[in-house]
């Protein structure tokens, strides 16, 4: 559907949902929604003393609210491994909200060694969404959803440099690990309908919101209270995902965003994505080496 706000997201009871990154900005938005609607919500966070702040924050709105810590480092496989085994002891997982993310840090590098960008925005959801798919199968129409951006536009796949061993240009490296979000989605989705796989991956990005997400963008920093102002707020932010994660509508493989202003704000619905983001080649070549990358592979290889 078009226009769909956190108004639309239907009765969530007996349903369980990770969302991950949802101490603050979008990923805490969503997690409140959810909450509100009677999902019992698993909190990803890196940090468990935020995630139990956010479920305080949550619950002065939603009393009853259902939550729980997932404690998950995306930038540690050994975190996402154990995270994963956590998860999976739960009686079902219904949704994988993948909504963490981090934009334009100085070179870092994951605990195995990866770009920060690559292994937070892509490489620690393409793990945790692999250790994950098992256990969403026996839900039943479960959902892996990826957050991207619009920045996905002018992503390239470095090939020649992938793990920024030569350059870094912080900004393109954004970019990239948003395309990848799309070319993962894209790929889960076409082998998920293969392996005949009960699961649906759907993409989306939330527009333009003023969250934590500037806190490495140095001088344009103090402007992200006026976006805020003109384009998104977290919690309007927060509908192309919850959509992606709830619309009763949504098909497999679709891709939801804000509706106004070049798709930067407003209620959610169907988003446009650049040929690059759906491209069978690198898509199939993206997850390769993925899985090589973080030694986790998905196990949907039977279904190419
Ligand atoms: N805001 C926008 O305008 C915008 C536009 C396009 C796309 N997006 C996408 O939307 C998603 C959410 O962004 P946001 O704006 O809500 O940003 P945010 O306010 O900075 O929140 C990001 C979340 O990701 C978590 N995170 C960062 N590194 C992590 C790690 N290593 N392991 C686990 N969690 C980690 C953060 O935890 P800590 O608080 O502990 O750091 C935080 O909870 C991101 O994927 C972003 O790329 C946002």
Same mark, same amino acid.
């Given at each position: 559907?078009?226009?769909?706000?956190?108004?639309?997201?239907?009765?969530?009871?007996?349903?369980?949902?990770?969302?991950?990154?949802?101490?603050?900005?979008?990923?805490?938005?969503?997690?409140?929604?959810?909450?509100?609607?009677?999902?019992?919500? !698993?909190?990803?966070?890196?940090?468990?003393?935020?995630?139990?702040?956010?479920?305080?924050?949550?619950?002065?709105?939603? =009393?009853?609210?259902?939550?729980?810590?997932?404690?998950?480092? !995306?930038?540690?496989?050994?975190?996402?491994?154990?995270?994963?085994?956590?998860?999976?002891?739960?009686?079902?997982?219904?949704?994988?909200?993948?909504?963490?993310?981090?934009?334009?840090?100085?070179?870092?590098?994951?605990?195995?060694?990866?770009?920060?960008?690559?292994?937070?925005?892509?490489?620690?959801?393409?793990?945790?969404?692999?250790?994950?798919?098992?256990?969403?199968?026996?839900?039943?129409?479960?959902?892996?959803?990826?957050?991207?951006?619009?920045?996905?536009?002018?992503?390239?796949?470095?090939?020649? @440099?992938?793990?920024?061993?030569?350059?870094?240009?912080?900004?393109?490296?954004?970019?990239?690990?948003?395309?990848?979000?799309? !070319?993962?989605?894209?790929?889960?989705?076409?082998?998920?309908?293969?392996?005949?796989?009960?699961?649906?991956?759907?993409?989306?990005?939330?527009?333009?919101?003023?969250?934590?997400?500037?806190?490495?963008?140095?001088?344009?920093?103090?402007?992200?209270?006026?976006?805020?102002?003109?384009?998104?707020? =977290?919690?309007?932010?927060?509908?192309?995902?919850?959509?992606?994660?709830?619309?009763?509508?949504?098909?497999?493989?679709?891709?939801?965003?804000?509706?106004?202003?070049?798709?930067?704000?407003? =209620?959610?619905?169907?988003?446009?994505?650049? @040929?690059?983001?759906?491209?069978?080649?690198?898509?199939?070549? !993206?997850?390769?080496?993925?899985?090589?990358?973080?030694?986790?592979?998905?196990?949907?290889?039977?279904?190419?």
């Amino acid at each position: 559907m078009t226009g769909f706000t956190a108004r639309d997201v239907p009765d969530q009871s007996g349903r369980c949902i990770i969302v991950t990154g949802a101490n603050t900005g979008i990923g805490f938005e969503e997690a409140k929604v959810l909450a509100r609607r009677g999902a019992r919500v !698993l909190l990803g966070c890196r940090d468990p003393g935020k995630g139990e702040a956010a479920i305080a924050r949550i619950r002065k709105t939603v =009393p009853d609210a259902d939550c729980a810590v997932l404690p998950l480092d !995306l930038a540690d496989i050994e975190s996402i491994r154990a995270a994963a085994e956590i998860a999976s002891a739960e009686p079902r997982i219904d949704v994988l909200l993948n909504n963490a993310g981090v934009m334009y840090p100085p070179l870092r590098r994951t605990a195995q060694g990866f770009e920060l960008q690559l292994g937070v925005n892509h490489l620690g959801p393409f793990a945790f969404t692999a250790l994950m798919l098992p256990k969403l199968a026996e839900a039943g129409g479960a959902r892996v959803v990826v957050t991207s951006s619009l920045a996905h536009w002018s992503g390239r796949i470095p090939w020649e @440099d992938l793990n920024a061993e030569r350059r870094y240009r912080r900004t393109q490296r954004y970019s990239d690990s948003k395309l990848m979000n799309m !070319l993962f989605v894209y790929e889960l989705d076409r082998r998920l309908r293969i392996a005949g796989i009960p699961v649906s991956a759907i993409g989306c990005h939330p527009g333009v919101a003023a969250t934590d997400l500037g806190r490495h963008s140095g001088l344009l920093r103090p402007l992200f209270p006026i976006v805020g102002l003109f384009l998104n707020s =977290p919690a309007a932010a927060a509908w192309p995902g919850l959509q992606a994660a709830t619309d009763l509508l949504a098909s497999p493989g679709s891709y939801y965003g804000p509706q106004q202003l070049g798709g930067s704000r407003g =209620p959610s619905g169907p988003a446009k994505r650049s @040929d690059a983001a759906s491209n069978p080649e690198t898509a199939r070549r !993206l997850w390769d080496i993925s899985a090589e990358m973080t030694g986790i592979d998905p196990e949907l290889s039977g279904a190419v």
